[in-house]
């Protein structure tokens, strides 16, 4: 803990807080981006300096704190519970700077630039928004674009993430949540699955089908989802085949191998062209919808600014609810 203004004279604290100052910031900076990068060279080349030049402000920001913050060897660098502790607590401080210094050079005139970092899961990241990216790069070249597909929900400030897209509406005020389109979670089966089989006339008949399973990044198997009597059930039916990818259960289901819940999203076309049928539909569930999510900031930097508005317009111009009787409020 650095002592206080509280703790000295005014006269030296000033000089304290001058010197902490100078020799501290250059440490942090050095500290924040090797924790980030995982390696001392590559926080160098991200901070445009020297290797040589980030391991001395290390060394003389654990000298000033008498800790040490990295543990090194040949082949990794990781931070110590130390190092984890003081990352924890000066994180949110540097972002905030870097943010106020990209949200100035955003008030700037010009067209939006600058690097985004977007969050999908895998099945709405490769099927929906992937497609979309090569336009959108088109009419605004000054942004680079990272796509991070995982389905587990992306933290905001540990993973860098600019915007996100989730499942649901988050209860978290420091987020804000555009709906971009329906969920609908929907049984679905082919045709000749159907012809061979029949369709389940209630929840307890999928124990009869041959029921294809999603495991979640968690491992855990994800359960169907159900409104029956007006009262939400979540049922586990027995797998006949299990995949960690939605793209494989949806194809499992194309192939006629058997049913599957899916997100509404995934199977809109093939429910078009009559390559799917649903199944169970007086027992769907509550939709859950699509959100595009970003953190709350007073000024929002133009290049989410313009993503959020251009994914939204584009998202829903695809009519990915239509077939199913939804629609989007503008």
Request: proline residues 6%.
């Amino acid at each position: 803990m650095f002592p206080t203004s509280h703790d000295k004279p005014p006269s030296i604290a000033a000089d304290y807080l001058a010197s902490s100052f100078t020799a501290s910031y250059a440490g942090v900076v050095a500290f924040i981006a090797v924790a980030a990068e995982g390696s001392f060279a590559r926080a160098a080349d991200r901070l445009g300096v020297g290797r040589s030049a980030i391991s001395r402000s290390i060394q003389k920001l654990e000298a000033q704190l008498n800790a040490r913050l990295f543990l090194r060897t040949t082949r990794s660098t990781t931070l110590t519970r130390e190092g984890e502790l003081f990352y924890e607590n000066c994180h949110p401080g540097v972002q905030r700077i870097v943010q106020a210094l990209e949200d100035m050079r955003d008030l700037r005139s010009g067209p939006p630039r600058g690097h985004l970092r977007i969050s999908a899961s895998m099945g709405f990241g490769r099927g929906v928004v992937a497609p979309l990216l090569a336009d959108f790069r088109a009419r605004y070249p000054g942004i680079s674009l990272d796509l991070l597909l995982d389905d587990r929900p992306a933290d905001f400030m540990r993973d860098r993430v600019d915007v996100a897209i989730r499942d649901g509406r988050l209860e978290d005020s420091q987020i804000v949540a555009r709906r971009l389109l329906p969920m609908p979670m929907l049984v679905c089966a082919s045709p000749a699955y159907v012809r061979r089989y029949g369709k389940p006339q209630g929840v307890e008949d999928l124990s009869t089908h041959a029921c294809i399973s999603f495991r979640s990044a968690s491992g855990r198997i994800v359960p169907w989802e159900f409104k029956v009597d007006s009262q939400n059930r979540r049922v586990s039916p027995p797998s006949a085949c299990t995949f960690n990818d939605t793209g494989l259960v949806l194809q499992s289901v194309l192939d006629g191998f058997g049913i599957a819940q899916l997100a509404g999203h995934q199977v809109t076309g093939h429910l078009r062209d009559g390559r799917l049928v649903t199944c169970l539909e007086p027992y769907a569930p509550d939709d859950r919808g699509h959100y595009l999510c970003y953190l709350s900031r007073r000024h929002l930097p133009a290049r989410i600014r313009v993503f959020v508005d251009y994914l939204t317009d584009a998202v829903r111009a695809l009519d990915l609810g239509h077939v199913l009787g939804m629609s989007v409020p503008a």
